[in-house]
């Protein structure tokens, strides 16, 4: 009897979550003030789920679950003022708030929310392209492949980032890497407004004439929620693209990235045209005993890879080479990034990285961490999974964005990495484990770069950085920041995602 009481206590919980705010059938679901009291305030097509619903546990499932923050209640806005109505109402109970779109922002620092609301916004997803073919509105839930599905067939494309499953404006707002930025800029370079909920609760529509813009695009996480914007959409003009791959054991680290750092980086001039992409990993029928190197060498607007850009590669006698041509929309499946790929898969597993950008490859350096890494994820068998990324995009339309002109601070750099551990959560002493070991190959890294200071990627963030690391050295810019925040969200309602204070 117990068990079928159980059962429908679950079962019920489970409809009245889903049912809309106009519902009738509201009437006849336990009282619960906060779902009541919400679906109320929202508008017929929203949602408001409690723990123990299908959507409450739809909605909560991380990329990462190494701290992640908790929830008392999920609500899915439909409509944009949704949100400005849930912060409003949670302001006057003093509830926490953490807005999600992909769901992959892994930063620890997100684990300090605890029974919070969280605002899930996948309903927001639409892509509306202006008359003139030049900007497209865009939800703020929408997800990489649905911008780049829509925009494809009528020619046109965005940045967006490289892994199809992300949001735009997760990665966004923090700057935004992917495979468009050597020709239009990062992602934050293609915003032309956005409708944003500030911490008051209130709905605004923002542009370059506010001076909240200059910090949005790139800090953005630290000030509103950003429920659309509109952004610059280009013509296709390059639309075949080409790789060429590499699989090469260990004992090539010094060759592999001298020959990146000589024929493909350029000193700083990477052909617009190409992007370096690789990443060490285990592959006991290629190697039982060590990390193999998986290399990338992806050029656009070509259906074979030049072999200026191969033929140094080859060289070095890769024990696997693979090549093919097909379109832009190919590459994030070539590179392991697509919607079926494991960075795109929710396993209930911790993934974690420890970004730093650099210029160049030290090669002594690469060696050292290569090692580590090695000795590491074969001596413990549950970080045997992890992967060691080190992504090398085309930099122009980058560099060629001020850097005072946005939050972004790292517009000189050419390189992202980043060691990217995952692995099943069993005891604290293996989380302890697997920070020390992403935190030492970046040292390996940032101590061979002879820099002072530590650049990191905010959106790859572990969480230890501190806020110069994320957002640069400058007192300029920590000044700035720190008097925006003060001045939008002085009660620091939004310092859950890489807080500026």
Same mark, same amino acid.
């Given at each position: 009897?117990?068990?079928? =009481?159980?059962?429908?206590?679950?079962?019920?919980?489970?409809?009245?979550?889903?049912?809309?705010?106009?519902?009738?059938?509201?009437?006849?679901?336990?009282?619960?003030?906060?779902?009541?009291?919400?679906?109320?305030?929202?508008?017929?097509?929203?949602?408001?789920?409690?723990?123990?619903?299908?959507?409450?546990?739809?909605?909560? $499932?991380?990329?990462?679950?190494?701290?992640?923050?908790?929830?008392?209640?999920?609500?899915?806005?439909? !409509?944009?003022?949704?949100?400005?109505?849930?912060?409003?109402?949670?302001?006057?109970?003093?509830?926490?708030?953490?807005?999600?779109?992909?769901?992959?922002?892994?930063?620890?620092?997100?684990?300090?929310?605890?029974?919070?609301?969280?605002?899930?916004?996948?309903?927001?997803?639409?892509?509306?392209?202006?008359?003139?073919?030049?900007?497209?509105?865009?939800?703020?839930?929408?997800?990489?492949?649905?911008?780049?599905?829509?925009?494809?067939?009528?020619?046109?494309?965005?940045?967006?980032?490289?892994?199809?499953?992300?949001?735009?404006?997760?990665?966004?707002?923090?700057?935004?890497?992917?495979?468009?930025?050597?020709?239009?800029?990062?992602?934050?370079?293609?915003? !032309?407004?956005?409708?944003?909920?500030?911490?008051?609760?209130?709905?605004?529509?923002?542009?370059?004439?506010?001076?909240?813009?200059?910090?949005?695009?790139?800090?953005?996480?630290?000030?509103?929620?950003?429920?659309?914007?509109?952004?610059?959409?280009?013509?296709?003009?390059?639309?075949?693209?080409?790789?060429?791959?590499?699989?090469?054991?260990?004992?090539?680290?010094?060759?592999?990235?001298?020959?990146?750092?000589?024929?493909?980086?350029?000193?700083?001039?990477?052909?617009?045209?190409?992007? $370096?992409?690789?990443?060490?990993?285990?592959?006991?029928?290629?190697?039982?005993?060590?990390?193999?190197?998986?290399?990338?060498?992806?050029?656009?607007?070509?259906?074979?890879?030049?072999?200026?850009?191969?033929?140094?590669?080859?060289?070095?006698?890769?024990?696997?080479?693979?090549?093919?041509?097909?379109?832009?929309?190919?590459?994030?499946?070539?590179?392991?990034?697509?919607?079926?790929?494991?960075?795109?898969?929710?396993?209930?597993?911790?993934?974690?990285?420890?970004?730093?950008?650099?210029?160049?490859?030290?090669?002594?350096?690469?060696?050292?961490?290569?090692?580590?890494?090695?000795?590491?994820?074969?001596? $413990?068998?549950?970080?045997?999974?992890?992967?060691?990324?080190?992504?090398?995009?085309?930099?122009?339309? !980058?560099?060629?964005?001020?850097?005072?002109?946005?939050?972004?601070?790292?517009?000189?750099?050419?390189?992202?990495?980043?060691?990217?551990?995952?692995?099943?959560?069993?005891?604290?002493?293996?989380?302890?484990?697997?920070?020390?070991?992403?935190?030492?190959?970046?040292?390996?890294?940032?101590?061979?770069?002879?820099?002072?200071?530590?650049?990191?990627?905010?959106?790859?963030?572990?969480?230890?950085?501190?806020?110069?690391?994320?957002?640069?050295?400058?007192?300029?810019?920590?000044?700035?920041?720190?008097?925006?925040?003060?001045?939008?969200?002085?009660?620091?309602?939004?310092?859950?995602? =890489?807080?500026?204070?």
């Amino acid at each position: 009897m117990e068990v079928a =009481a159980a059962i429908f206590a679950w079962s019920l919980a489970s409809v009245c979550g889903s049912l809309p705010a106009s519902s009738n059938l509201l009437s006849l679901c336990p009282k619960n003030d906060l779902v009541s009291e919400l679906q109320q305030r929202l508008s017929p097509a929203a949602h408001v789920y409690p723990p123990g619903t299908s959507g409450y546990d739809e909605a909560t $499932n991380r990329w990462s679950v190494l701290d992640a923050p908790t929830f008392k209640i999920v609500t899915v806005p439909a !409509v944009e003022n949704d949100v400005a109505e849930i912060i409003k109402y949670a302001n006057s109970k003093n509830i926490s708030y953490l807005a999600v779109n992909g769901g992959h922002g892994a930063i620890t620092t997100v684990g300090r929310l605890h029974d919070g609301i969280e605002i899930w916004l996948n309903q927001l997803s639409s892509v509306e392209i202006a008359p003139d073919g030049k900007t497209a509105k865009i939800g703020g839930g929408t997800l990489s492949k649905t911008i780049t599905d829509t925009l494809w067939p009528l020619k046109k494309q965005t940045v967006t980032g490289g892994c199809e499953c992300t949001s735009l404006l997760g990665p966004g707002l923090g700057g935004g890497h992917g495979w468009l930025q050597g020709r239009y800029g990062l992602i934050a370079d293609q915003f !032309v407004s956005m409708n944003i909920v500030l911490a008051n609760g209130e709905l605004h529509t923002i542009d370059e004439k506010s001076d909240l813009w200059w910090a949005i695009r790139g800090a953005g996480h630290n000030f509103g929620i950003v429920t659309s914007v509109t952004s610059k959409i280009y013509d296709v003009k390059y639309p075949n693209w080409a790789y060429a791959s590499f699989i090469f054991s260990g004992d090539n680290i010094e060759g592999i990235y001298d020959a990146t750092n000589k024929y493909l980086l350029q000193n700083g001039k990477q052909p617009v045209t190409i992007i $370096n992409y690789s990443f060490f990993f285990n592959d006991p029928s290629l190697d039982p005993d060590r990390p193999v190197v998986m290399f990338f060498i992806l050029q656009e607007g070509v259906s074979v890879v030049d072999s200026i850009y191969t033929d140094p590669f080859h060289k070095l006698e890769p024990l696997v080479t693979d090549a093919a041509g097909g379109t832009y929309n190919d590459v994030s499946r070539w590179t392991g990034n697509s919607n079926a790929d494991l960075p795109c898969q929710n396993l209930k597993k911790a993934n974690v990285r420890f970004p730093i950008d650099l210029l160049e490859y030290n090669v002594g350096a690469q060696r050292k961490a290569y090692d580590l890494f090695a000795s590491t994820t074969q001596q $413990n068998t549950a970080l045997n999974g992890s992967l060691f990324l080190l992504e090398g995009y085309s930099t122009q339309g !980058v560099k060629a964005v001020p850097s005072d002109q946005t939050a972004f601070p790292f517009r000189g750099d050419n390189l992202l990495l980043s060691p990217y551990l995952n692995y099943f959560r069993d005891t604290p002493e293996l989380d302890k484990a697997a920070e020390d070991f992403g935190e030492s190959l970046r040292q390996i890294l940032y101590e061979a770069s002879g820099r002072k200071d530590l650049h990191t990627y905010v959106n790859y963030a572990f969480g230890t950085e501190t806020e110069k690391n994320w957002y640069g050295p400058e007192q300029w810019r920590q000044d700035r920041l720190k008097a925006l925040k003060q001045k939008y969200d002085p009660l620091g309602k939004f310092s859950f995602y =890489a807080p500026i204070a």
